[in-house]
């Protein structure tokens, strides 16, 4: 019954390799997003996607690449691991706003930290 | 950009008792959302309480309220009765109410709770 999901929960990593994970939401919603969080649990919006279609990049190294193969899914590829990229990478997903309805809440998924060693 | 500060780093609190979890924003904008989310150890985001900026009324959520002071860009979380599964890492979080490329969530520091047996 899983809402949101993230595959794999624990990744760790060699720099200088490549990973993805992966995250699915069985909720019927059109907008998916990733967030880090830092190793000081700071939470950032890192890209966001619409209908398939890239919304939000805020600033991310081109290292990172997210790719959305349908509206459920929104993975997220990694060249060239640095150690700065250990962290906690979060998926969401919502209902993009339309007609009336400006709020939509994000559902969270458990998270995968990232160790790059 | 808007900007989402929590001054205290970490609060404790008696079992039983009350605490208050400050936050304080910054925006240009007259409309928006304010949330305040809860991360126990397990990682998951779990939303505590939210409030629409339009709404003078303080939101409640059982043992959870807020002190909206919207001139003063201000969003306490107010919980009463505390008790042991209250321990957790707490975000303040701002999301704009305009529909184009609004559906981010910037996220303060966080604030680390910890209950008192």
């Known amino acids: 019954d899983t809402a949101v999901s993230q595959t794999p929960k624990y990744l760790v990593t060699q720099m200088g390799n490549d990973k993805s994970i992966k995250c699915e939401q069985n909720l019927g919603h059109d907008t998916m997003y990733w967030y880090k969080q830092d190793s000081k649990k700071f939470l950032k919006i890192m890209f966001s996607y619409n209908n398939k279609e890239l919304i939000i990049n805020e600033t991310v190294p081109n290292r990172f690449s997210p790719k959305s193969p349908d509206k459920a899914h929104l993975n997220l590829h990694i060249n060239s691991l640095e150690l700065g990229d250990s962290a906690v990478y979060f998926c969401a997903s919502s209902q993009y706003p339309r007609g009336g309805a400006l709020y939509n809440e994000q559902f969270f998924g458990p998270g995968t930290r990232l160790t790059v060693l | 950009a808007q900007t989402v500060t929590q001054s205290q780093p970490e609060m404790s609190v008696q079992e039983a008792e009350t605490v208050t979890l400050s936050c304080t924003y910054d925006?240009?904008?007259?409309?928006?959302?304010l949330f305040w989310y809860k991360q126990p150890p397990s990682r998951q985001m779990i939303l505590v309480i939210r409030?629409?900026?339009?709404?003078?009324q303080n939101a409640t959520e059982n043992r959870f309220s807020v002190n909206f002071q919207k001139a003063a860009k201000s969003f306490s979380l107010k919980i009463s009765d505390s008790q042991l599964g209250d321990a957790a890492m707490y975000f303040c979080?701002?999301?704009?109410?305009?529909?184009?490329?609004?559906?981010?969530?910037?996220f303060g520091q966080g604030t680390r709770l910890t209950i008192n047996p």
């Open positions: 409030q629409e900026a339009y709404k003078q």
């Open positions: 979080a701002y999301r704009s109410a305009q529909i184009q490329g609004a559906q981010k969530l910037v």
């Open positions: 925006t240009s904008e007259s409309d928006y959302y």
